[in-house]
């Protein structure tokens, strides 16, 4: 069974396709990127999955369940994770009670175990130093890092990361990967990345969906994709495929 | 360890409120206890408002809900008030709740203006209601509280009464703030998407929020109305909502110490400023609107900052502690 599918995603926004018969299907344990130019439609994909937006047409399934028009707080108990962009937290809470926020979700854990299990995922995400630390004292990439803990506290079965490399430095990328490599060997998480860091991308991904003006051109493994003729033409231009050679 | 905030604060509101009792002359005990009973309803504002971040300017209108629900059963009705209050404010809670589900599907100004109508919609129901509300003039000879022989009636003897209960809804509103549904709904205020992301159901926890808003509200109400006695339209208008919002940000919003701070100082305000005659409005106006430019995070806010600079006192530290993260 899969652990996430899109099946024939339309989405329009007055008379522009954001979206226009979009598939995507996303198996157990794996990891998938969406990529594209700016404006592809990447981020309205990540809006339909999670009911931030609703299909025209088509359906969402997770896990083999319809989800299509299930609320967004109800996605994310059946096992859906998303951090965003330009990474939402919640700026009058401490790390702590950021991730606990996360950890209440699932039944009715006493204040203690739920202080637990959230200083678990925090010591993993190597945050504990500042665990009860205001959130707006972190930098930009710890409180990324936040909102990414916070998500894995909600136990997600399939994780949506939309662009968690923007904004960090070189350093920070480095770290990132490495700690998404381990936290999905950790919880054997399916995760969908959109990226625009092609390294990022090519490292961790093993299947790649590439969207261009709303409609899937490609799908393949990385190596099918850098040699893409479409892709190369639309996103990551003739130059990339010398590069990697 | 998780009740010491809740307690502090209690003791602090039971300490300061008896110590001013034993020395303020009878007309500044009056008001003393008005501003108890405002600081009831400006905690439960805080709820949605400082918490929430709903926009309510109908506060006024649950507080006439309690005091009217008290007043009703136990003149028409002749209930004892410790039963009437209870029931007046379960009624004014399930009112919050039906009234809640509709009115928090708006957002901001839209939420705020929809507040306000209730409230207008509630001073013309009570005002024209003449066979139950009595109309414009309200309904009278409300009867006192009484525990055996000793009586509420006197404001030395109300002053403890009021100060019991706003310690009980401040220690509550504290244990909240720390607690799951508190982290909610401060979530729910600052980033409601990322809410839902967190599997927060955003639409229960504005309700929730609304509903423990209107009870506190009831609770002021019923203390309003076993003060004064009496109750009318004129106790309950949209500029009370207004006043109380005005508390609340005043003292410094998301703080339960600021709720508390605001209404006593709010209330005692025009009457420091009685010197100035007529001209107390101006000042009085003056003063709100430079505090509200020049002190964004209300008066506790400016105790937190001055905190910073020198050592702490317990006062400010439990000022502090439940707004550690605001």
Partial sequence: ?245 | MAMRIPLQIATAIIVLGGISGMVLPEYHLRLLNLSLISAVAVIGLNFAFGYAGLISLGHAAFVGMGGYGLAILTTTCGWSPWLAAPVAIAATAISAGLIGYPLLRLRGHYLALATLGLNVSFYIVTSNWIAMTGGTNGIARIPGLALGSFSFSGEHQFLWLALMVLALIAAAAAALHKSRLGREMIAVRDDEIASEMTGIDTTRIKIEAFVLSAICAAVAGCLFALHMRFVAPEDFTYAHSITYLAMLIVGGEGTIVGAVLGAVLLTFLPEWLRFLGTAYLFFFGLLVLGILVFLPTGLVGLGQRLSRRSAKTPLLASARAPEATS
Avoid: W
Wanted: hydrophobic share 45%.
């Fill in chain 1, 1 to 245: 069974m899969n652990a996430l599918e899109a099946r024939g995603i339309h989405k329009r926004y007055g008379g522009l396709a954001a979206l226009a018969d979009v598939d995507l299907t996303v198996k157990n344990g794996q990891f998938v990127a969406v990529i594209g130019p700016n404006g592809a439609g990447k981020s309205t994909l990540l809006n339909v999955l999670t009911g931030l937006a609703m299909p025209d047409e088509g359906q969402v399934l997770l896990a083999g369940q319809a989800i299509t028009r299930m609320a967004t707080n109800k996605r994310i108990r059946a096992g859906l994770g998303r951090t965003f962009q330009h990474g939402r937290v919640f700026a009058r809470l401490s790390v702590l009670e950021n991730v606990m926020t996360g950890a209440a979700i699932r039944g009715r854990l006493s204040e203690s175990d739920l202080r637990d299990f959230s200083m678990e995922i925090i010591e993993q995400m190597g945050l504990a130093d500042v665990a009860h630390e205001a959130i707006m004292s972190l930098s930009y990439g710890r409180r990324r890092m936040v909102e990414l803990s916070r998500a894995l506290a909600c136990r997600p079965h399939v994780l949506l990361l939309d662009e968690p490399a923007a904004g960090l430095n070189s350093g920070e990328v480095d770290q990132l990967i490495d700690r998404l490599a381990e936290l999905r060997a950790m919880h054997g998480l399916a995760v969908v990345l959109i990226e625009h860091n092609m390294g990022m991308v090519m490292r961790l991904a093993e299947r790649i969906f590439v969207l261009n003006f709303g409609c899937k051109i490609a799908e393949g493994t990385p190596a099918e994709i850098q040699a893409d003729p479409a892709v190369l033409s639309a996103y990551l231009g003739e130059g990339y495929a010398h590069a990697v050679v």
